[in-house]
């Protein structure tokens, strides 16, 4: 069964950096709409940021915007999601899926993605 794979969370202290990275085995990344995801304790799963398939147009979330960065390596078949400037309220399991319905992104629209991970647990901290 297809899934991704998430890895690159930990612990940081407020105003620190993380990187996220997630991939595939068995799926071309580059075919797909990547989105990453969250979800906090007690909370829904929400969007984070997006990277369309093709144009390569990058799609973020208000509450991330400025702070994170998402990345694809082809070569790697592996997507980033570069994180500074981290606050507690960030603290979340972050998750990798893509979008089987377009190649666009759709970051309102998580029943259109699949392939869920377990997700890497990110935890901003003093």
């Known amino acids: 069964q297809l899934q991704f794979v998430e890895s690159g969370g930990g612990l940081v202290q407020p105003v620190g950096s993380l990187r996220l990275s997630c991939t595939a085995p068995g799926l071309t990344l580059n075919d797909y709409a990547i989105g990453w995801f969250l979800q906090a304790p007690g909370k829904a799963r929400d969007s984070v940021s997006c990277?369309?398939?093709?144009?390569?147009?990058?799609t973020y979330a208000s509450s991330v915007k400025g702070r994170f960065t998402i990345s694809r390596d082809n070569a790697e078949n592996t997507v980033y999601l570069q994180m500074n400037s981290l606050k507690p309220e960030d603290t979340a399991v972050y998750y990798c899926?893509?979008?089987?319905?377009?190649?666009?992104?759709?970051?309102?629209?998580?029943?259109?993605?699949?392939?869920w991970g377990q997700g890497t647990q990110v935890t901003v901290s003093s």
């Open positions: 899926a893509a979008n089987l319905m377009r190649r666009a992104c759709a970051l309102g629209k998580i029943y259109e993605y699949d392939y």
């Open positions: 990277f369309s398939s093709g144009d390569g147009r990058h």
